[in-house]
């Protein structure tokens, strides 16, 4: 049981690295939110779906109902993270946030 | 055991919320900063579990962690409708773009 927990918090932290370098490195708006938009659900439903996981290791009422609630705040995770992304993404192309391009490349 | 692994990854997650800050405080646009409070308020939610994990008091702070997830989700949505309607995203350089468009 801890091994899996350990394994799935350390491969989702693995994943949060890569977003923030994601986020730190690539050159446009419009890739930077492909990598927070990555991190955000997938490293956040794995490190949050270990933390249940570890809550279940006494098996009580009380520790089913708190991992029950644990496993509502990664559904939510899993829900508003796209949309929020989404939003974002909606709000800059109507604005008019210049995508990168290759030089010489047309429009 | 498991406490100091829970301490050590609650630490790499403070080191990549510092990395994210550079981001949300020097993005070129204002939606480069939402996305990076967007970010750190995801985190934020991961941290406040491990936190309760490591101080054995969980069903405190999962409402914590349950409302600063709502919180983030809400401010982040109505952030991006206040720019969208508002249409000046490029902060720094507004000046310089008034200025050319004067000259």
Known sequence: MNVIVTFLLVLGVFFFAIGTIGILRLPDFYSRLHAAGKCDTLAATLTVSAIALYNLHDLSFASMLVSWKVFFIVFFIFMASPTATHAITKAALIVGVEPWLKKGARK | ?103
Do not use: W
């Open chain 2, 1 to 103: 055991m498991m406490s100091q692994v829970f301490l050590a990854i609650a630490l790499a997650l403070v080191m990549l919320i510092f990395l994210t800050l550079v981001r949300a405080l020097g993005g070129p646009t204002v939606l480069d900063r939402i996305v990076g409070v967007n970010m750190i308020g995801t985190k934020t939610t991961v941290l406040l579990l491990l936190i309760g994990l490591i101080y054995e008091d969980m069903p405190m702070f999962i409402d914590i962690a349950l409302a600063y997830a709502f919180l983030n989700f809400i401010a982040t949505i109505g952030a991006c409708k206040y720019f969208r309607r508002s249409k000046r995203v490029h902060l720094e350089d507004d000046l310089d773009t008034k200025k050319e468009v004067s000259a």
